[in-house]
């Protein structure tokens, strides 16, 4: 069982950064490829970002590509998003997501069904 806090969130200004982080309770964190997703009011949970198990592989959205980078350390059972640049449309609440860590993927997945393994979210509003 893998257990996700998420902290970080909060309200921003437009053009302003957040770095939100998600600490993992899981023996072998490493064992796990990490994702973070978001959703917004009315529309569907959506993939963000994502990053292997080494850390050595990371994917992002085109929404995102060039402003969120994500990261990990597997001695702290963390990751994190930093996100610059931040605008209205980033605006939602952000899930940390954990993979099966069955190492059957070495490409950490886009897609939101490949992630058993979810918090609680918090939550990013960017005020224009």
């Known amino acids: 069982q893998v257990q996700l806090v998420e902290s970080g969130g909060g309200l921003v200004q437009a053009g302003g950064s957040l770095r939100l982080s998600c600490a993992a309770s899981v023996r072998t964190f490493s064992r796990y490829n990490m994702g973070w997703l978001r959703q917004a009011p009315g529309k569907e949970r959506e993939f963000v970002a994502a990053i292997s198990r080494s850390g050595g592989t990371t994917s992002y959205s085109d929404s995102v590509k060039g402003r969120f980078t994500m990261s990990r350390d597997n001695a702290q059972s963390t990751v994190a998003l930093q996100m610059n640049s931040l605008n209205s449309e980033d605006t939602a609440l952000y899930y940390c997501?954990?993979?099966?860590?069955?190492?059957?993927?070495?490409?950490?997945?886009?897609?939101?069904?490949?992630?058993?393994?979810w918090g609680q979210g918090t939550q990013v509003t960017v005020s224009s």
């Open positions: 997501a954990a993979d099966s860590g069955l190492g059957i993927r070495l490409v950490p997945s886009t897609s939101a069904s490949s992630y058993p393994y």
